[in-house]
T-cell receptor, first 113, second 114 residues
Framework: GESVGLHLPTLSVQEGDNSIINCAYS??????FIWYKQESGKGPQFIID?????DKRQGQRVTVLLNKTVKHLSLQIAATQPGDSAVYFC????????????FGSGTQLTVLP | DAGVTQSPTHLIKTRGQQVTLRCSPK?????VSWYQQALGQGPQFIFQ???????QRGNFPDRFSGHQFPNYSSELNVNALLLGDSALYLC?????????????FGAGTRLSVL
């Protein structure tokens, strides 16, 4: 079946460097994508979203890029900080699914001092 | 402004028992969704409620049922618990107007089935 997946299960970066977390999706009918951050013992926290009619969206220190041609989504975090250490999930909402989120398995980001 | 609140935070049950989990949505939200998150995996959609009715359902058996109250709070019930039901159960709320696609999550209820 179609699902959202991630390229790498873990990512380690030096504090102050930029981080890039990747996500591949297979449901071409998805029209909305969201990145969530989940810290240990907490629920997923909304980071940024993007519609399928956009290629790029920027937030505070974060940028999401969407490449519909290759069905690829990425989250870029600028000047990564220790507080950014968490599991990052991409999630999609297929067209017509009325806000039913489909999550990938997540990437563990570790920020090294 | 209180966010999504869930209770209890932890729960231990034995196989065959029944459990009820509770959720209060974020202020101004009227739609509640429930997700199951196994260890090391992403959340899996169970079902969604608004206007006190189940509107969508994921691939979960009928042992999983729910309810939404007039104040938009919600309950998740699981009957005849199995060991495989051990997981973090997350509640998420969203508004019916505005940025309807963004779901805000509670901290979850950790259910252990022995």
């Amino acid at each position: 079946g179609e699902s959202v997946g991630l390229h790498l299960p873990t990512l380690s970066v030096q504090e102050g460097d930029n981080s890039i977390i990747n996500c591949a999706y297979s449901n071409s009918a998805s029209d909305y994508f969201i990145w969530y951050k989940q810290e240990s013992g907490k629920g997923p926290q909304f980071i940024i979203d993007i519609r399928s009619n956009m290629d790029k969206r920027q937030g505070q220190r974060v940028t999401v890029l969407l490449n519909k041609t290759v069905k690829h989504l990425s989250l870029q975090i600028a000047a990564t900080q220790p507080g950014d250490s968490a599991v990052y999930f991409c999630a999609e909402i297929p067209s017509g699914s009325a806000r039913q989120l489909t999550f990938g398995s997540g990437t563990q980001l570790t920020v090294l001092p | 402004d209180a966010g999504v609140t869930q209770s209890p935070t932890h729960l231990i049950k034995t196989r065959g028992q029944q459990v009820t989990l509770r959720c209060s949505p974020k202020s101004g939200h009227d739609t509640v969704s429930w997700y199951q998150q196994a260890l090391g995996q992403g959340p899996q959609f169970i079902f969604q409620y608004y206007e006190e009715e189940e509107r969508q359902r994921g691939n979960f058996p009928d042992r999983f049922s729910g309810h939404q109250f007039p104040n938009y709070s919600s309950e998740l019930n699981v009957n005849a618990l199995l060991l495989g039901d051990s997981a973090l159960y997350l509640c998420a709320s969203s508004p019916r107007r505005g940025r309807v696609n963004i779901q805000y999550f509670g901290a979850g209820t950790r259910l252990s089935v022995l």
